[in-house]
């Protein structure tokens, strides 16, 4: 019997229509894909949403002062369509801060373990993540984005890529660790295209020297430094449908020496299978050599379930060697286990608790345990 894509999976898991090929070369936390989620009431030309997101910790088992970690952010997004031109502009603010407190961002290096328990949750405040304009190209079958990107939308995206929706920690989202400086609100652009039915490819560069808190500043760094981070991804599915359900691929990254930051570069894989129309696999792994990555080599397995309530359940385990570029004297081999149950309360309203537990930090060896208690609330409008 022939094997299709679970049509339940695709609606429960609230990704994407099937149709929509162009956008889905994009990962789950484009803007294109929140607003064909979340169905703002504003739609037309202009199709704007938001959210507010808050996130904390509670940890044990450290030799940390500080136990606790809190932040939250508020996004605002949105698409202007210029039909005749077959494009839209597309952009992401956001307002990003912590409680008082270390913010999730920074909270591992608190406890003494390489890596981050949440990847998005900082103190940076006000940032322009995305203003970036999207071309579709080939019938369709191309897309082109070009201005200020988020390159976390299209590197070594999967299904639960997204840090606001599904897994925290860094391990189990692009790059698995081992990819330094991800840039995020940064000039660049980017081309990804289907070659056929079954393979697809994405070529981008975007300035490595980006802030996105200081946006104009980015002028001046990407064309008077020139200094890049650079991608090459080619990935197989059986199917478009299947894009982030079923999906082999593999990403190279280079990134040019810029600051402290030495340059380097590195390779990550994914494997994602769906099981049944309930149940998601995946095993993704990164190599890096500089480049300023947390990790220099990483490996993660995991999956996702869907309730009958349709609330989802996510499980991941990862073994992680750190980057003694990066942390000189930190040699000891760190697992991290994350469990969280998304609770979808009502269309807008997702309340998430969540477990990660942290076994021989690589800074602090004095310890061997830490448990983080965590949880996260997102509501859009």
């Known amino acids: 019997m022939k094997r299709t894509v679970p049509i339940l ?23 294109g894909n929140l607003l064909k989620k979340q169905h703002p009431p504003l739609q037309g030309k202009l ?3 938001a959210d507010y997101n808050a996130l904390g910790y509670l940890s044990f088992g450290s030799n ?20 005749q031109l077959h494009g839209k502009l597309v952009f992401k603010t956001e307002y990003r801060d912590s409680f008082g407190i270390t913010a999730p961002t ?66 189990f989202a692009t790059g698995s660790g081992t990819i330094g400086g991800l840039p995020d609100g940064a000039l660049g652009a980017m081309l990804g295209g289907w070659l056929n039915e079954h393979w697809y490819a994405s070529i981008g560069a975007a300035d490595a020297n980006a802030d996105a808190h200081d946006p104009l500043e980015g002028f001046d760094t990407l064309f008077n430094e020139a200094e890049l981070f650079s991608s090459l991804e080619i990935g197989y599915v059986p ?54 990555a947390l990790l220099k080599r990483s490996l993660s397995i995991g999956g996702a379930y869907l309730t009958p309530q349709k609330n989802v359940i996510g499980v991941g385990l990862n073994v992680g060697d750190p980057n003694e570029e990066s942390f000189p004297g930190a040699t000891r081999t760190q697992y991290t286990t994350e469990l969280f149950y998304r609770w979808q309360v009502d269309t807008h309203l997702q309340i998430t608790p969540s477990l990660q537990y942290l076994y021989h930090p690589a800074i602090d060896t004095t310890t061997d345990d830490i448990i983080l208690l965590g949880l996260r609330v997102r509501a859009s409008f």
């Open 239 to 292: 199917s478009k449908e299947a894009l982030f359900f079923d999906n082999t691929h593999i990403t190279l990254w280079h990134m040019d020496a810029h600051g402290t930051t030495p340059k380097g570069w590195g390779v990550s894989a994914s494997w994602t299978k769906t099981l049944d129309a309930q149940t998601f696999a995946f095993i993704r792994g990164g190599w890096s050599d500089g480049g300023g």
């Open 106 to 171: 920074d909270f591992g290096f608190t406890l003494g373990y390489v890596g981050m328990p949440h990847s998005t949750f900082s103190d940076q405040q006000a940032r322009l993540t995305t203003l970036y304009w999207k071309q579709y190209l080939w019938d369709n079958n191309a897309l082109l984005l070009a201005g200020y990107l988020d390159v976390t939308e299209y590197v070594d995206v999967y299904l639960t890529a997204s840090p606001w929706e599904s897994f925290s920690n860094l391990v």
């Open 47 to 49: 199709t704007l949403s």
């Open 9 to 31: 999976a695709i609606l429960a898991f609230s990704l994407l229509q099937a149709s929509d090929y162009e956008t889905r070369l994009t990962g789950p936390d484009a803007t």
């Open 64 to 83: 940390a002062d500080d136990d606790t970690s809190a932040a939250n952010a508020f996004r605002l997004y949105g698409e202007w369509s210029f039909d």
